[in-house]
Nanobody, 116 residues
Framework: QVQLVESGGGLVQAGGSLRLSCAAS????????MYWYRQAPGKPREWVAT???????NYADSVKGRFTISRDNAKNTMYLQMNSLKPEDTAVYYC??????????WGQGTLVTVSS
């Protein structure tokens, strides 16, 4: 059974930094493309960043230059380094992968609150 567990959220002032983690189990992590999404209060979930199994990365325009996605395959863990945080980055952040049967697996989310 594939499981994803996010951690690292919290309360930070605008301009601050946080690093989120997503620990995976039940999957050959090194072979999986991994994703970060977020959902702000009252808004739909939106894609934030992707890191492929080949270590290619891609970012939403809203976070480009401020956020960095990375992975440690030895630890089965993906990260999201978030710098220069803004109040509009406040959201629940989720990690996601897709199984070989094309099923999406989501973590439970971790809350990031950026105060102004």
């Amino acid at each position: 059974q594939v499981q994803l567990v996010e951690s690292g959220g919290g309360l930070v002032q605008a301009g601050g930094s946080l690093r989120l983690s997503c620990a995976a189990s039940g999957v050959i992590f090194s072979l999986k493309d991994m994703y970060w999404y977020r959902q702000a209060p009252g808004k739909p979930r939106e894609w934030v960043a992707t890191i492929t199994s080949f270590l290619n990365t891609n970012y939403a325009d809203s976070v480009k230059g401020r956020f960095t996605i990375s992975r440690d395959n030895a630890k089965n863990t993906m990260y999201l380094q978030m710098n220069s945080l803004k109040p509009e980055d406040t959201a629940v952040y989720y990690c996601k992968t897709v199984t070989r049967w094309d099923l999406e697996v989501w973590g439970q989310g971790t809350l990031v609150t950026v105060s102004s």
